[in-house]
């Protein structure tokens, strides 16, 4: 599916050897739109001047990245991570992104069945204070490989049910098809995702046979097996318009030329998305 640029976003973890300051840079001059940051990139910075930075380069600020991870077998724990998504808010609001992407979290001493209740509890905790920032928040489910410590949400049908538990208008999804390909409900729940309002943003990247590492050997697209054109179809057939997220963790990707990577991202991206 060829495309222009301007629905195409890139995350900061995609090109990691670079700086915040360096990654706006090179993405507005190679004609990206969009940029998601993760909150790394902010370490020793001031949220305020990041952003500003941002919209003078001419790129939009698409979300943060990321927040969650809030079960824990100890309520000690379980009120830093609320603290901690709270910090996530205040930074949000300060660089300027409307949106919060949070991976749930998980812990291999919490049964799932807890995790998932300490996981609504923690979004609960802290909507109040993400509306009075301005700020969403969007429950990213995660490939099953990742249930024992990353996130107790592994289908897009429990993101869903759990947004509509919550009830919130600011509470939504994040569709990455590297976590998601391989459900056999994927369309029938993207769509279910629209006609509910809660399709919030769409991650992009590709999943290697074999992979080298399941978390830092992900591909660009085209690389690999994910039907990533059939998936933006689904999404997009459920309403959704904006920015496609790519979002790549890849040693071997790191370790190039990142000038040469943002080349290759864009060709990917048109040739294979």
């Known amino acids: 599916m060829a495309d222009d640029l301007s629905r195409l976003c890139v995350h900061t973890i995609t090109t990691r050897p670079w700086s915040v300051e360096e990654a706006v840079d090179q993405y507005a001059a190679a004609g990206i739109k969009g940029i998601t940051v993760w909150r790394q990139w902010l370490e020793g910075r001031d949220a305020n001047e990041v952003g500003e930075r941002i919209r003078s380069a001419g790129l939009t600020m698409v979300s943060l990245c990321r927040g969650g991870f809030f079960p824990a077998s100890d ?3 379980r009120r830093a991570a609320i603290d901690d998504n709270l910090r996530a808010i205040d930074e ?3 660089i ?3 949106l919060i992407v949070l991976v749930c979290g998980a812990s291999p001493d919490v049964p799932l069945s807890e995790a998932r209740k300490q996981i609504q509890a923690g979004i609960e905790a802290v909507l109040p204070y993400a509306a009075a920032n301005g700020v969403k928040l969007a429950i990213e489910p995660l490939h099953p490989m990742y249930a024992d410590s990353r996130s107790a949400i592994n289908t897009l049908k429990q993101a869903n049910d759990m947004c509509m538990a919550i009830g919130s208008s600011l509470i939504g999804v994040t569709v990455d098809v590297y976590h998601l390909w391989w ?3 994927l369309a029938f729940e993207i769509a279910r995702c ?3 309002g809660l399709l919030f943003s769409f991650h992009i990247c590709d999943w ?3 992979t080298a590492d399941l978390l830092n050997g992900r591909g660009l697209m ?3 097996c994910i039907p990533i054109p059939q998936i933006r179809g689904w999404v997009e057939d459920a309403g959704y318009s904006g920015f496609n997220e790519v979002e790549i963790f890849s040693d071997r990707h790191w370790a190039r030329d990142q000038h040469e990577f943002i080349h290759d991202i864009i060709n990917a991206y ?3 998305s």
């Open 183 to 185: 459900d056999p409900d």
């Open 194 to 196: 629209g006609a509910n």
């Open 222 to 224: 085209g690389e690999g």
């Open 96 to 98: 300027g992104a409307p």
């Open 208 to 210: 290697l046979t074999p």
């Open 75 to 77: 309520l000690t724990a």
């Open 92 to 94: 949000a609001a300060a």
């Open 270 to 272: 048109q040739e294979h």
